[in-house]
């Protein structure tokens, strides 16, 4: 590929793109731990994003586009909306290279997001989630002032970005084990993560995690093409993971792996927290605590070569607090 | 130093001790995370202990002191007493060396230290932390069985154990910064991972941190001689500090290097607590969390060369949620 292709936003995802980024990934920011959990007898092995400094793997990709600006590009600044994660990989990266940002979040999104947001240097721009349209804002925007927009999965950058924590998976579980992941459990939203780390992990066979009713991605694997979430979806504490729609880029891969799509309740989404907080000592949102729970559930046969993640910590106090406390 | 000082029990722990602790636990267990941490400006190094698994430091002076056991001594077995974090680590190294293991625990210990202990299949003797004397306890079973008392910190192993703790932080914190600590902040009990710490960077200045009314440790050093605490202390969160009087092995080394002693209050422990859950996304124990209260309360002056212990994350659901859930 010539430095041209690489720079073209159409192009699709590679595994040399997920390696580049990993190389400039380890550059700035060390491996999170992948931390063992026995299961009943058998130990997989979870990777503990939470830990990142803004609280989530989404620094990752934030950081392999915002590095891949030219410098027209980075005067003029980015544009991204998120529910919050992706927000604050944008803000974090785009802070450390003195890039201006602004940031589209919903207005329901976690106190702690929007806050840690505007802490980054950010310019934050609330939206109704239920009614309003981010994606017609941010082009707006960008139409108005140059800006390079930053979609949270829909961009070559963020799948292979984001894929950086796949290799570091797959390194960490070889010098760890010896072996290489047989399969990896990730959480869904818009596919970047899970798509990026099937792309690090070639011989890993694939499952995708979404909470009840938010399972788009799961419905879009068996019909084998995209469909949106249902109407009227239910109330979820996974704020990371209520995406309606996913994209041609993070389904055709997955699809292209025959990915395996598992849906999970809101109660073994709090399960798979507190075990989190009282074996791992970890703190794990909802959304990030999906592929847990779906392992704690039972749903897919484990085996001591399986690695989940754990994507992400960012989750209000009290929240968390009645999440504990309950049994 | 001959292989039979090594063995005897009555020696002094030196560097070169903790420099061999380090390289064994090294060859079993990945170094845990050292997380920055911004403080209104100046980045300080969290070395997240909570992400053993044990939940706590205490599983490098177990695992030191029982692979120099010989092989009559592993026959006989091994008896702790501790609070809990010790009874853990012990019983990790007992059961993956094949030992038998009892521990005496407080009856008042948090449920998971104890189930956990329970879980790794050592035999677990309570008694009342206020009235019970667990030395002679431990002291009268050895004589009945000839097992080999393992000390929560009085002894040269445990001691050069918790230092490999120290080592990493070192090394870590050069692999990430360049720069080696220029002062360590740790908590403290009976001293161990403090002095142990302090063996390990010869350099650094260190700060050792208890509980109000629980600060022998300062004392004794402010003093010069060792002297307990004073009767009747105030109740605490902060059950692994719980320590009523420290020995020479541990006071003299930190005394040597002229430690400096603080406190904290039970307030200033919640919010090293909530600052832990909320910025780094770990899950800390009361008495694992008082060097970040330090540092948070302006109790010592700041450099971006500083390393602090987060020590352990063993805490029940209920004081964890009610203490993050506060503000």
Known sequence: MTEQDLMDPQRQPTLAGVERAAQKIAAILP?????????????????????????????RGGWHRLTDLDDAQRERGVIAFSSGNHAQGVAWAARRLGVPATIIMPEDAPRAKLENTRALGAE???????NGNREQLAADLAQETGAVVVPSFDDPWIVEGQGSCGVEIRRQMQALTGL??????????????????????????????????????KRSLERGEIVPVEPDPPATDCDALQTFRVSPITFDILSARDATGLTVSEDEVHHAMRVAFEKLHVVVEPGGAVALGAVLAGKLPLTNRTAITLSGGNVDNRLFAEIIAGT
Not at 35 to 59: S, Y
Not at 189 to 212: C, K, M, Q, W, Y
């Open 180 to 217: 290489e992941p047989d399969q990896i459990v990730v959480c869904c939203g818009g596919g970047g993560l899970a798509s990026g780390s099937a792309l690090a992990n070639p011989d890993a066979r694939i499952f995708i995690v979404e909470p009840e009713g938010w399972d788009d991605m």
């Open 124 to 130: 934050v721009i609330t939206y109704d989630r239920m």
């Open 31 to 59: 491996p999170t731990p992948l931390l063992p959990l026995d299961i009943e007898g058998t130990t997989i092995w979870c990777k503990a994003e939470g830990l990142q400094p803004i609280g989530a793997f989404k620094i």
